[in-house]
């Protein structure tokens, strides 16, 4: 993902946008990132992106999402019309792995 694509699509909150709360207010929770523009507080898509992205944080690793927008942006649509997400989307299924690589990745 680049650093202007939006993580949380309700709100319209990039991920350049969310690095820099990260790197500035080092929240002790992923939750705290709703402070950031409201970010996972609208359909919930994005919150266990937004976690892997506090884990990064958390960890010194580089804080990145490894899915391209436009299939970021699909599987989005799919979790809205059906309200399940697809199985490779990072959620409570893994803890251990909040973010496996994305089909795009490979």
């Known amino acids: 993902m680049n650093p202007d694509d939006e993580v949380c699509l309700c709100f319209h909150v990039s991920l ?3 690095r820099g709360y990260l790197l ?3 929240p002790p ?3 705290l990132i709703s402070e950031c523009l409201g970010a996972g507080t609208g359909c ?3 919150v ?12 010194g690793k580089p804080i990145d999402l490894k899915i391209s927008p436009e299939q970021y ?6 979790y809205k019309a059906s309200g399940k997400r697809p ?6 299924a ?9 089909p795009t990745d490979a």
Request: net charge positive; glycine share 2%.
């Open 16 to 18: 350049r946008k969310i």
């Open 24 to 26: 500035r207010e080092k």
């Open 29 to 31: 929770v992923a939750s």
């Open 44 to 46: 919930q898509w994005c």
């Open 48 to 59: 266990p992106f937004l976690k892997h992205l506090h884990a990064c944080s958390v960890e």
């Open 73 to 78: 942006i699909a599987d989005r649509l799919k």
């Open 87 to 92: 199985t490779d989307t990072p959620g409570p």
């Open 94 to 102: 893994d803890p251990q792995d909040p973010a496996p690589p994305s």
